[in-house]
């Protein structure tokens, strides 16, 4: 990537923080049904820009008792292909950032290739979640734990606006504990994004017959969350073992617990 036309320090790079509510947790396969984007300079809000959607399809229950969006808040809105551009124009000149921005980047960039159009892949993008990992393993990051272990507030969780907000305000909180220089946090963020992924790879890597079996049964609950992102993986609980035992029921924890 080119680094020239975007400032050479992060904080001074224009944000736009977007957050999306969906159908489901299928990025593939989800629709949209909120678009919150919260526009940042130098850790001030600048802008909101705040969408329903009309997913053409029903909410399930369980997405409306989460985000507290029902049928009739988005019945009338508008198509999701026919506030696009406005979506684009608010990430024209900034650097994108989102909590857990492999799943809402997946998203977005299906819905845009189905319109014919096409994810700004030359704006630099930050996400909150890999710093939070590294900084806080194993701690549960949620959003939401994350904010109030930063001391962030987050009024309104699982609505767009609101979750991007905080999460602005969450990267800004990083500020100390990250090089001020763009480039060099790209190129570190890509780093600890692989050394998450290895992490969470060498816990389910099997060394003996008993531990194959073990793996074969986190393998069953990988799939339950397959094609999502770390977030999702093992959160609230982020201990991939105990996660297992609390939703496997035939799971049996070993004799001496694993640090």
Same mark, same amino acid.
């Given at each position: 990537?080119?680094?020239?036309?975007? %400032?050479?320090?992060?904080?001074?790079?224009?944000?736009?923080?977007?957050?999306?509510?969906?159908?489901?947790?299928?990025?593939? *396969?989800?629709?949209?049904?909120?678009?919150?984007?919260?526009?940042?300079?130098?850790?001030?809000?600048?802008?909101?820009?705040?969408?329903?959607?009309?997913?053409?399809?029903?909410? %399930?229950?369980?997405?409306?008792?989460?985000? +507290?969006?029902?049928?009739?808040?988005?019945?009338?809105?508008?198509?999701?292909?026919?506030?696009?551009?406005?979506?684009?124009?608010?990430?024209?000149? +900034? =650097?994108?950032?989102?909590?857990?921005?492999?799943?809402?980047?997946?998203?977005?960039?299906?819905?845009?290739?189905?319109? =014919?159009?096409?994810?700004? *892949?030359?704006? %630099?993008?930050?996400?909150?979640?890999?710093?939070?990992? +590294?900084?806080?393993?194993?701690?549960?990051?949620?959003?939401?734990?994350?904010?109030?272990?930063?001391?962030?507030?987050?009024?309104?969780?699982?609505?767009?606006?609101?979750?991007?907000?905080?999460?602005?305000?969450?990267?800004?909180?990083?500020?100390?504990?990250? %090089?001020?220089?763009?480039?060099?946090?790209?190129?570190?963020?890509?780093?600890?994004?692989?050394?998450?992924?290895?992490?969470?790879?060498?816990?389910?890597?099997?060394?003996?017959?008993?531990?194959?079996?073990? *793996?074969?049964?986190?393998?069953?609950?990988?799939?339950?969350?397959?094609?999502?992102?770390?977030?999702?993986?093992?959160?609230?609980?982020?201990?991939?073992?105990?996660?297992?035992?609390?939703?496997?029921?035939?799971?049996?924890?070993?004799?001496?617990?694993?640090?």
């Amino acid at each position: 990537m080119a680094f020239n036309n975007w %400032p050479a320090l992060w904080f001074d790079m224009p944000l736009a923080v977007f957050d999306l509510e969906t159908t489901g947790l299928d990025p593939q *396969s989800c629709e949209i049904i909120e678009v919150g984007i919260v526009q940042f300079y130098r850790g001030e809000v600048i802008k909101q820009f705040d969408w329903f959607v009309d997913p053409e399809c029903e909410i %399930p229950e369980q997405v409306v008792k989460l985000t +507290h969006i029902t049928q009739e808040d988005v019945t009338g809105q508008p198509k999701l292909r026919e506030i696009v551009p406005d979506i684009l124009k608010a990430f024209e000149g +900034h =650097g994108i950032v989102a909590y857990n921005i492999a799943f809402d980047k997946t998203v977005l960039t299906h819905k845009l290739e189905a319109l =014919g159009k096409r994810w700004p *892949s030359a704006n %630099p993008i930050l996400d909150p979640l890999i710093f939070a990992e +590294h900084f806080y393993p194993n701690q549960g990051n949620k959003l939401g734990m994350v904010s109030e272990r930063l001391g962030v507030s987050l009024e309104g969780a699982h609505r767009a606006c609101n979750d991007a907000e905080a999460t602005g305000k969450v990267l800004y909180a990083f500020r100390d504990r990250l %090089p001020p220089d763009l480039e060099t946090l790209l190129l570190l963020q890509a780093q600890w994004e692989r050394e998450i992924q290895e992490r969470r790879q060498r816990w389910r890597r099997p060394t003996s017959g008993a531990d194959s079996e073990l *793996s074969a049964l986190m393998s069953k609950q990988a799939s339950a969350t397959k094609g999502l992102s770390i977030a999702f993986a093992y959160a609230p609980e982020t201990d991939p073992l105990r996660a297992l035992y609390a939703n496997v029921p035939n799971a049996a924890p070993r004799s001496k617990p694993i640090d």
